[in-house]
C-alpha cells in the first residue's frame, strides 16, 4: 500500500484558534488522537507525526506557513518522502458548503480558499484529494474575511467532534480498500443529502395519496 500524507489547514496563533479558517487544524488533530500521536513535532515548517498503518506510513501534517503559504509546507514534504500528489488528502474549510456538510473529490480547482490556491501553485497540480468541511453560510452582513477569521458561535463548535467522528470514519473506510463506498457514506449524512431524501419521500407519500 502507498503512503499518505494528510494536511490540516488553517493558521497559527492564539488569535485563530476556534475560527472558521482553522477548521482544517480541529480536525486533523482528531485523526491524530485516534492515531495515537501528538503533532508536537516541528518539521517541513509545520507541525508533524506519522504512524503506520496496514504497512503504509501516513503523515499528518499543519503547516506553520499561515494559511496563504501552505503550499510552501506541503511541496517541502512531498518532496522529501517522494509522494505525488495522489498519495495527499488535504482537509480545509469552505464557506460555500453549509456547516454539518462534507465534500470529498479526488482532484478539482482550489476555488476561492487561498491555502488551496498555494498548494496548487507549490505541486503544480489540481489532481490531489481534498475533504471540504462545510462552514457557510457567510451571513449578509459579514465580509469573507471577516467571517473566515471570526470564531465559530458555541452551539456550532459542540457539533464538531461528530464531524470530527465522520472524517475519522471515512479515513478508516478509504484505508480499508473501498474508497467508493467510503465516499458514499461520507456524503450520505450530509445534511443536505437528507434533506434531499427527506423532500423525495415526501413528494413520494403525496403521489401515493392520489
Not at 53 to 73: E, I
Request: charged fraction near 25%; charge should be positive; glycine fraction near 8%.
Amino acid at each position: 500500500m502507498v503512503d499518505r500524507l494528510i494536511v490540516g489547514l488553517g493558521n497559527i496563533g492564539r488569535e485563530y484558534e476556534d475560527t472558521w479558517h482553522n477548521l482544517g487544524f480541529y480536525m486533523l488533530d482528531a485523526v491524530a488522537t485516534q492515531a495515537g500521536v501528538s503533532l508536537s513535532q516541528i518539521k517541513f515548517q509545520a507541525f508533524f507525526a506519522h504512524y503506520k498503518q496496514d504497512g503504509r506510513t501516513v503523515y499528518l501534517m499543519k503547516p506553520t506557513t499561515y494559511m496563504n503559504n501552505s503550499g510552501v509546507a506541503v511541496q517541502e514534504a512531498c518532496a522529501y518522502f517522494k509522494l505525488k500528489p495522489e498519495q495527499l488528502l488535504v482537509i480545509y474549510d469552505d464557506f460555500e458548503l453549509p456547516f454539518g456538510d462534507l465534500r470529498y473529490r479526488d482532484k478539482g480547482g482550489a476555488g476561492t480558499h487561498n491555502g488551496m490556491k498555494s498548494i496548487v501553485r507549490a505541486l503544480k497540480s489540481e489532481n490531489f484529494p481534498r475533504l471540504r468541511v462545510g462552514a457557510g453560510p457567510i451571513p449578509d452582513y459579514m465580509s469573507i474575511v471577516d467571517f473566515v477569521l471570526s470564531k465559530i458561535p458555541p452551539a456550532k463548535r459542540q457539533q464538531l467532534p461528530e464531524l470530527a467522528e465522520r472524517i475519522k470514519t471515512f479515513i478508516a473506510k478509504a484505508d480499508s480498500g473501498n474508497a467508493a463506498k467510503a465516499v458514499g457514506d461520507l456524503h450520505a449524512h450530509n445534511l443536505t443529502t437528507l434533506k434531499k431524501l427527506a423532500q423525495r419521500e415526501a413528494y413520494s407519500a403525496k403521489r401515493e395519496l392520489k
